[in-house]
């Protein structure tokens, strides 16, 4: 952008009375578009573009809704699209080279938790006998897939493969449902790089579904359960046709979720419009939160408008304002559901990269052991704090955003997470992977490998 349009711009802004004090970069690259899939997580996107805040970068923005994720990816390795709301495991796998080859990365964590696992009525109505129930007769969640187990056992003695959904390979979903199915002592499967089906060895089928696809092709009996972001799994309850049996938030609390990607040479050429794109989301992440979600309401009507998500905004707004409904009538508080904002939600840590990457190498995506370096140093080289805490400080300067909402001295890792805050009971820090990976009970550990059906090593 040229000096004299950035003036004028800001000139403009100011005749107007706008709220914008943005101090603009001079920008390499002004006009963009972004990719999304249509989730309520990828609402940042929507924020930043609705309420002006790209704009108030000098940033003209066009958002585009996609098939799929590899459609979605491809967009943006090959230019297309200048950046999109990913799956967290996306920058990662393409960057060591799992499935598409190239660097990308992300200045933006989009959000915690918003996801679920749902399963059918019929499944769920084998499952309930498994399920220890309330005092008021309703289930007690956490509901662990120990109750899921004996019913898998049956399908598998009558010879009926037990085939549920996830969206993606290298999704939060994929491995969230396999941490889930693990803990409750069932096999999700193992990955090789002759079989990349993820399917080796399991007592669960899992195969990829598009989340907007998710509930129909449950209900044509294609697939028992899935896990999936919102609003789909509201989608099942408010169809009477699902049960979400456990959150996300239930099974790790406050996970990571969705990234903001571009490609490292995006961010090499244009470093000024990254740092611009990337203040404008954390604006949109600071309003999403702000006033404990007291702008909720207004995100949802924007979120079920068709160019966004396109779900009913009764539907929405069942996770969107702080409540998660299990069954017909069973609405509990869920406050952190979706969380944009708070606990450092949009910061990059380094310690979330590792997560997924230790998650690959466990279910044999990475086939081959990796030292602690490995995984830091990967992960360092995909989650760039660097660039965030930039636009952190932009803002900061700007007086859109105060100091101590942003984590200056961090060192890329959050504290250990507690035993306590995951389903299997098993900590978790980012500082020590291999140790990690060898405390999971279901999973390859140390050197193993997996030829052919089998787990080497």
Same mark, same amino acid.
């Given at each position: 952008?040229?000096?004299?349009?950035?003036?004028?711009?800001?000139?403009?802004?100011?005749? /107007?009375?706008?709220? +914008?004090? @943005?101090?603009? %970069?001079e920008?390499?690259? !002004? #006009?963009?578009? &972004?990719?999304f899939?249509?989730?309520?997580? /990828?609402?940042?996107? +929507?924020? @930043?573009?609705? %309420?002006?805040?790209?704009? !108030? #970068?000098?940033? &003209?923005?066009?958002?585009?809704?996609?098939?799929?994720?590899?459609?979605?990816?491809?967009?943006?390795?090959?230019?297309?699209? !200048?950046?999109?709301?990913?799956?967290?495991?996306?920058?990662?796998?393409?960057?060591i080279?799992?499935?598409?080859e190239?660097?990308?990365?992300t200045?933006?964590?989009?959000?915690l938790?918003?996801?679920?696992?749902?399963?059918?009525?019929?499944?769920?109505e084998?499952?309930?006998?498994n399920?220890?129930?309330?005092?008021?007769?309703?289930?007690?969640?956490?509901?662990?897939?120990?109750?899921?187990?004996?019913?898998?056992?049956d399908?598998?003695?009558?010879?009926?493969?037990?085939?549920m959904?996830?969206?993606?390979?290298?999704?939060?979903?994929?491995?969230?449902?396999?941490?889930?199915?693990?803990?409750?002592g069932?096999?999700?499967?193992?990955?090789?790089?002759?079989?990349?089906?993820?399917?080796i060895?399991?007592?669960?089928?899992?195969?990829?579904?598009?989340p907007?696809?998710?509930?129909?092709?449950?209900?044509?009996?294609?697939?028992?359960?899935?896990?999936?972001?919102?609003?789909?799994?509201?989608?099942?309850?408010?169809?009477?046709?699902?049960?979400?049996?456990?959150?996300?938030?239930?099974?790790?609390?406050?996970?990571?979720e969705?990234?903001f990607g571009?490609?490292?040479?995006?961010?090499?050429?244009?470093?000024?419009?990254?740092?611009a794109?990337?203040?404008?989301?954390?604006?949109?992440?600071?309003?999403?939160?702000?006033?404990?979600?007291?702008?909720?309401?207004?995100?949802?009507?924007?979120?079920?408008?068709?160019?966004?998500?396109?779900?009913?905004?009764?539907?929405?707004?069942?996770?969107?304002?702080?409540?998660?409904?299990?069954?017909?009538?069973?609405v509990?508080?869920?406050?952190?559901?979706?969380?944009?904002?708070?606990?450092?939600?949009?910061?990059?840590?380094?310690?979330?990269?590792?997560?997924?990457?230790?998650?690959?190498?466990?279910?044999?995506?990475?086939s081959?052991p990796?030292?602690?370096?490995?995984?830091?140093?990967?992960?360092?080289?995909?989650?760039?704090?660097?660039?965030?805490?930039?636009?952190?400080?932009?803002l900061?300067?700007?007086g859109?955003?105060?100091?101590?909402?942003?984590?200056?001295?961090?060192d890329?890792?959050?504290?250990?997470?507690?035993?306590?805050d995951?389903?299997?009971?098993?900590?978790?820090?980012?500082?020590?992977?291999?140790?990690?990976?060898?405390?999971?009970?279901?999973?390859?550990?140390?050197?193993?490998?997996?030829?052919?059906?089998?787990?080497?090593?």
């Amino acid at each position: 952008m040229k000096t004299s349009f950035a003036f004028t711009l800001a000139t403009v802004a100011s005749l /107007m009375g706008s709220t +914008a004090t @943005a101090q603009l %970069l001079e920008l390499e690259k !002004d #006009e963009l578009t &972004f990719g999304f899939i249509k989730l309520t997580d /990828m609402a940042p996107l +929507a924020i @930043a573009y609705e %309420l002006g805040f790209f704009e !108030d #970068e000098g940033l &003209f923005v066009t958002l585009e809704a996609q098939a799929n994720w590899k459609v979605l990816l491809d967009g943006v390795i090959g230019g297309q699209l !200048d950046g999109a709301h990913m799956l967290a495991g996306q920058p990662l796998a393409a960057t060591i080279g799992y499935g598409t080859e190239a660097h990308i990365i992300t200045p933006f964590s989009m959000d915690l938790n918003g996801n679920a696992i749902t399963v059918s009525n019929e499944i769920w109505e084998e499952m309930k006998p498994n399920v220890p129930m309330m005092d008021n007769g309703l289930p007690q969640h956490p509901i662990s897939a120990e109750a899921l187990a004996p019913v898998v056992e049956d399908y598998k003695d009558q010879g009926i493969p037990f085939n549920m959904g996830m969206v993606f390979p290298v999704s939060t979903h994929n491995y969230e449902i396999r941490y889930w199915l693990a803990a409750g002592g069932l096999e999700p499967g193992y990955y090789s790089p002759e079989d990349i089906s993820g399917q080796i060895g399991a007592d669960v089928l899992l195969s990829v579904t598009p989340p907007p696809q998710m509930p129909a092709t449950m209900e044509a009996g294609t697939i028992y359960g899935y896990a999936v972001g919102e609003p789909w799994n509201q989608q099942a309850v408010f169809k009477g046709i699902g049960v979400p049996v456990i959150t996300d938030y239930d099974m790790w609390k406050n996970n990571p979720e969705k990234v903001f990607g571009i490609t490292d040479e995006f961010a090499e050429e244009n470093p000024n419009t990254t740092i611009a794109l990337t203040k404008a989301l954390i604006r949109a992440a600071m309003w999403l939160d702000e006033n404990d979600n007291a702008n909720r309401e207004e995100a949802v009507e924007i979120l079920s408008r068709s160019e966004y998500v396109g779900a009913d905004a009764e539907v929405i707004a069942n996770s969107m304002t702080g409540f998660f409904e299990f069954e017909k009538g069973d609405v509990r508080p869920a406050p952190d559901f979706n969380v944009f904002f708070r606990y450092n939600a949009t910061y990059p840590f380094k310690s979330d990269a590792i997560w997924y990457l230790t998650q690959m190498r466990r279910w044999g995506q990475i086939s081959e052991p990796k030292s602690d370096e490995w995984f830091i140093e990967t992960a360092e080289s995909v989650y760039r704090s660097d660039i965030y805490l930039d636009a952190a400080r932009a803002l900061v300067e700007d007086g859109m955003a105060n100091e101590a909402d942003f984590p200056w001295d961090s060192d890329g890792f959050k504290a250990p997470t507690p035993a306590a805050d995951i389903i299997d009971g098993i900590g978790f820090d980012g500082r020590t992977p291999n140790a990690y990976i060898d405390s999971l009970p279901i999973g390859l550990k140390g050197d193993q490998i997996v030829v052919g059906s089998e787990i080497q090593g």
